[in-house]
């Protein structure tokens, strides 16, 4: 049993959290990123005929997408049905979300001049007052199932500055990310200014979802794998860095950072000693061993991940070849410094429900040591 | 001296083969991908009320193209004005470039049904014509440079098979490739059909184009960066290895393999045993040196590259430290396996040419050994 203490230390922490803890479990936890959305024929069923920022700020609403996934398949995390961009908008940021193009700013923080629409004095518990209330609710869900159920951890969520600040220099999600490397490097130190605010932000927002009721938070850094290792270390590490440390100083709770398309940064994430590093399907298990081992953090840093989600576009056969691959990959994590399955990104809309639930069977099937 | 012969070898070979091969060079030679494009006034001009089409199919239009990073900056290379779809125009896939959005393939491959529209008896020499006597043309007028002129390579290139089947399957350009690893993972039967034929015809279409008199040939693997390195290893590599493997028994002239996005395989990349390895930005020289030497590769496989190209997007100050550390980076290579400085991926469209020349500047004023 870890020695961590969380208010409902009464109870026995949650398999996830032991796994991130290090700890042995009975068998691989598992959860998956974006597991609330519209692969799920009840997700889609809840979402007809409502906007993308009804469904995710009317609380009841975001409260039932969340429990969605854990209903239909006993996930080990409930992670809270919201978006990155929440506490940007939270922040003075109008934004709405389109149904090919995803979200659309409309007002972007492209140079100093447009700084101040993103508000300095960010209050999450008053301008993301929906969030907490989320959280909470989800919290008294799960302490109020009944005794003897496994019980699922609670997952609060942020997105790291590098990736919040891609999106406002562009003002939606982009391909080739040329206004924000425009950014980077032709206004270095307007890009800096604006990172450090939102890093402040970010940390203020997360403790926020820890004093809510969330078991473990991550940090999505979606875009930073855009980034050369020393432009990685330069413009986007020395911030989810500075969150990682402030969160670990406020609570115990387990902080887990994820970059996409990272296998050239495992280095400089791992420098960071987040306690969990959530892994894209690019990544392989003896890069992750040699780069902890080089930082001394072998076994004392719990890994994530990594299936390509969208193996699960492929035949049965495929999904179960390519969990058990991961698995055997990650087995020398668990019980050491530990090891949960997710996929290496959200999973995609048109996933199989059967697909989803072979590849939830071959984790939970895998023998463990 | 090199002990290859080319059918110019009464000439000393152009600099950029020397570094290819390994040798010692008076200054690092540079020619970088999409260099013939529309940061170039000239090209728009040329451009201007024609169809990307007609300038690259109308020889002497394309060859004028290709020449214009030469007249500009004298670069050690010159790239036919071409694209990876021409072959497959050529074997029957009708395809227009729309502004925005890029290539659209009016008939996609997608499955075993449409294998057909894909020609399997695609004869370069008559179904790309064009593209030999671009060739020839561009070879033409480098033999007819004066006497001393520092003589440019001439390059040819062509797609490699995964990503010209992600073409075929998605019909265009993708962001998530989620059609692509459908097949992948669905229909692994078909997507090697596919892959084979593509295969075939790429071996004959480059063996044209050093019979046309290209220096050294290419292959641009822009999207197999997707897929983590076993599904690498077993849908991508074993294709751009025989590509390699036919062209190198063919003729003593370099095969320069291009993967984007590969930090995660370049072992995968160096067991195929190029010349030539072309590297992304997120690739770093002490990972490069480290697989080579497990391959029993290091100092006997050149490499290229591998400046982020959105660097010329800032400051000066930012385009002279990026390329000084490129070139600090993999001076090791120099003179050994060989060494060629190139940008990570094709350079964008709104690259300033200030930026372009002081790219230029300093690498040629980069002191070699």
Redesign the interface.
């Known amino acids: 049993m870890s020695s961590q203490t969380t208010p409902n230390d009464n109870q026995a922490l949650p398999m996830l959290i032991r796994a991130f803890a290090g700890e042995a479990t009975p068998r691989t936890p598992i959860w998956y990123m974006r597991q609330a959305g519209r692969y799920l024929p009840e997700y889609n069923e809840l979402r007809r005929g409502r906007s993308f920022l009804e469904l995710s700020e009317t609380v009841e609403l975001a409260v039932e997408v969340s429990l969605q996934p854990f209903r239909r398949f006993a996930v080990d995390g409930i992670i809270m049905f919201s978006d990155i961009l929440t506490p940007l908008k939270g922040a003075g940021i109008p934004l709405h979300f389109e149904e090919k193009k995803g979200p659309v700013l409309d007002q972007t923080v492209a140079d100093e001049s447009e700084m101040h629409h993103l508000r300095e004095d960010f209050d999450p518990g008053v301008d993301t007052a929906h969030v907490a209330d989320i959280l909470k609710t989800l919290r008294a869900h799960i302490d109020a199932l009944p005794a003897g159920t496994e019980r699922p951890a609670l997952l609060g969520f942020a997105g790291a500055p590098f990736t919040l600040a891609s999106y406002l220099v562009e003002g939606g999600t982009s391909?080739?990310?040329?206004k924000t490397?425009?950014a980077?490097?032709?206004a270095?130190e307007f890009f800096h200014s604006l990172s450090d605010r939102l890093t402040e932000h970010m940390i203020r927002y997360l403790k926020m979802q820890i004093d809510a009721g969330a078991d473990a938070v991550q940090i999505f850094d979606s875009w930073a794998?855009i980034?050369?290792?020393?432009?990685y270390a330069e413009f986007a590490a020395p911030y989810t860095q500075r969150i990682v440390a402030a969160l670990q100083e406020y609570t115990p709770r387990p902080v887990i950072l994820f970059v996409g398309?990272s296998?050239?940064l495992l280095k400089e994430m791992i420098a960071q000693q987040p306690r969990v590093l959530s892994l894209d399907?690019?990544?392989?298990a003896p890069?992750v061993e040699r780069e902890m081992e080089a930082a001394g953090a072998l076994n004392k840093m719990a890994v994530q991940g990594n299936m390509?989600p969208?193996?699960l576009?492929?035949?049965p056969e495929?999904v179960r070849s390519?969990a058990s691959?991961v698995l055997e990959n990650f087995a020398g994590f668990a019980g050491r410094g530990g090891y949960v399955f997710n996929l290496g990104h959200g999973i995609?809309p048109?996933s199989p429900i059967p697909n989803v639930q072979t590849m939830l069977d071959t984790v939970r099937s895998f023998p463990v040591k």
Chains 1, 2 share one sequence.
């Open positions: 391909k080739k990310f040329e490397k425009g980077v490097f032709g270095s794998g980034l050369s290792p020393a432009d398309n296998a050239h399907w690019r990544v392989q890069a390509d969208l193996t576009y492929g035949t495929r390519a691959r995609h048109s």
